[in-house]
């Protein structure tokens, strides 16, 4: 493997990418000896902080990089360390995406590795995909036959950890579920992200890989708090974040007396019972919990700088925004992928936002750069915006690029040279020019990013051929 290079981003004491506030050099350490095969750096790092397993860059940990890079016992020792690629945001890099790569190296020993572990973490089994299938096409007759000729599917899970109730929740069949927890079907069963069914359920039944249900015109349930009342009627654990979800008061205050910590928790799947009532809109919810010490801007899945407002705005919640930024919520939070807490009120709340907005703005919001012309990228450099520090920043004005841009770039202290040489932030430019005074500003073409590739390998993947093509006639 090339030499690989630390990213900008991880060159701090507090690095969050996951939701663990990490040493970042630390972080970057594990990846790198990871991908190197240094079992004992691997060993030390481990030792001195666990949770450094379970960093993340990009959707990866470092066992991403060991079984790229084939080194079975690291990734032994990753595995009893508590690695879980099931935390890859939206599972994007997840189990099934390591045993597919292991796979396509005709890696059998790394094959059999993650295939243990995924057995007991979540008891996959390969031909569950036929019971899956069965339950996705609604046909009755062919989930009985499959349950006939494999019995033992009843207790068992897909690559991603979901078993059949997880699947009977997504696809919102009622009928189905009862019988498979009387069948034996784990009722409480984590998949590779977190979610038990009832959490699932909790969450809107939405699931980022299957999406046939959230279109309106599907003939399934609308209103999901349906499967969450059957599953805890048949057993299932009604923890904090399943009563904050649904608006019980009384039963967060009991759970608040057993544990007074409870309100200040992630769940299994990493989100908040602060988040899941502000998405709700349960003000006196939120309300209880801030005064038991939640943190509107603790870490959370998908949301470093926390996730509570950033749900409170997708529904257009004012009193529960309101509640939260006096409580010291980040107003500029955002959520990977999905906009920020400006813009997601916005997009689908249209003019009804607006008094959301203004209050957002008059805590210190400002518009982010994914959502800014040419004019206004260079304006943000020129008025020493705090938009300029966002991490999308440097994308955004590489793909909207001019000379003038390009100079004010270049002047700024953004440290944008060695940002670029990670290579993806470059992946939308395509003009010779601009490129050719990158190079001659210092870019190093020949430089590897945290992956070990250099600059032309990422023009190529990314489908850059302009850039790729200058860098070789500059090479």
């Known amino acids: 493997m090339n030499t690989t290079t630390q990213p900008i981003e991880m060159k701090t004491t507090a690095y969050v990418y996951g939701v663990d506030i990490l040493d970042g050099d630390d972080a970057w350490?594990?990846?790198?000896?990871?991908?190197?095969?240094?079992?004992?750096?691997?060993?030390?790092?481990?030792?001195?902080?666990?949770?450094?397993?379970?960093?993340?860059?990009?959707?990866?940990?470092?066992?991403?990089?060991?079984?790229?890079?084939?080194?079975?016992?690291?990734?032994?020792?990753?595995?009893?360390?508590?690695?879980?690629?099931?935390?890859?945001?939206?599972?994007?890099?997840?189990?099934?995406?390591?045993?597919?790569?292991?796979?396509?190296?005709?890696?059998?020993?790394?094959?059999?590795?993650?295939?243990?572990?995924?057995?007991?973490?979540?008891?996959?089994?390969?031909?569950?995909?036929?019971?899956?299938?069965?339950?996705?096409?609604r046909d009755s007759s062919a989930i009985q036959q499959v349950l006939d000729q494999y019995p033992y599917l009843v207790a068992a899970s897909d690559a991603l950890g979901s078993n059949a109730l997880h699947w009977c929740v997504i696809t919102r069949q009622i009928e189905w579920i009862k019988r498979f927890a009387s069948a034996g079907t784990p009722i409480d069963a984590l998949?590779?992200?977190?979610?038990?069914?009832?959490?699932?359920?909790?969450?809107?039944?939405?699931?980022?890989?299957?999406?046939?249900?959230?279109?309106?015109?599907?003939?399934?349930?609308?209103?999901?708090?349906?499967?969450?009342?059957?599953?805890?009627?048949?057993?299932?654990?009604?923890?904090?974040?399943?009563?904050?979800?649904?608006?019980?008061?009384?039963?967060l205050e009991q759970l608040i007396k057993f544990d007074r910590d409870v309100a200040k928790q992630l769940d299994s799947s990493r989100f908040s019972p602060l988040s899941r009532a502000a998405r709700?809109?349960?003000?006196?919810?939120?309300?209880?919990?801030?005064?038991?010490?939640?943190?509107?801007?603790?870490?959370?899945?998908?949301?470093?700088?926390?996730?509570?407002?950033?749900?409170?705005?997708?529904?257009?919640?004012?009193?529960?925004?309101?509640?939260?930024?006096?409580?010291?919520?980040?107003?500029?939070?955002?959520?990977?992928?999905?906009e920020c807490c400006l813009t997601i009120a916005e997009v689908y709340h249209g003019e009804q936002a607006k008094p959301l907005q203004e209050l957002l703005r008059s805590h210190g919001a400002y518009w982010p750069p994914y959502r800014m012309e040419l004019e206004q990228l260079k304006q943000s450099i020129r008025d020493g915006s705090p938009a300029v520090h966002h991490d999308e920043f440097l994308r955004c004005a590489m793909q909207n690029c001019d000379s003038e841009l390009l100079d004010l770039l270049l002047s700024s202290n953004l440290a944008v040279i060695d940002r670029l040489e990670t290579g993806d932030e470059l992946s939308g430019l395509k003009d010779p020019m601009l490129i050719r005074k990158l190079l001659e500003r210092g870019l190093d073409p020949t430089r590897s990013n945290y992956r070990g590739q250099t600059l032309a390998e990422v023009c190529r993947e990314n489908g850059n051929d302009i850039l790729e093509q200058v860098i070789k006639e500059i090479l």
């Open 29 to 137: 350490a594990l990846f790198d000896a990871s991908a190197k095969g240094d079992v004992a750096t691997v060993s030390a790092l481990l030792e001195k902080e666990r949770r450094l397993v379970t960093a993340q860059y990009w959707y990866q940990f470092p066992i991403h990089l060991a079984v790229e890079a084939g080194h079975v016992e690291v990734v032994r020792i990753l595995l009893d360390h508590g690695a879980d690629p099931g935390q890859s945001r939206y599972t994007y890099d997840s189990w099934d995406k390591l045993l597919l790569k292991a796979r396509q190296m005709e890696h059998s020993e790394m094959e059999l590795l993650l295939r243990s572990y995924m057995e007991q973490r979540f008891n996959y089994q390969p031909e569950f995909d036929l019971l899956k299938n069965t339950i996705v096409s």
């Open 191 to 251: 998949r590779a992200d977190g979610h038990s069914p009832v959490l699932l359920a909790a969450s809107g039944a939405t699931d980022y890989w299957y999406r046939e249900t959230r279109g309106r015109s599907h003939p399934t349930l609308r209103n999901t708090s349906v499967l969450v009342g059957y599953l805890l009627a048949l057993g299932a654990e009604y923890t904090a974040s399943v009563a904050a979800a649904v608006g019980d008061q009384e039963r």
């Open 280 to 338: 709700a809109g349960y003000a006196h919810i939120v309300q209880l919990l801030l005064e038991h010490g939640a943190d509107p801007s603790m870490p959370e899945e998908c949301a470093p700088e926390g996730r509570a407002l950033w749900e409170a705005c997708s529904a257009n919640h004012l009193d529960v925004a309101k509640l939260l930024l006096d409580s010291g919520a980040n107003p500029n939070a955002g959520v990977d992928s999905c």
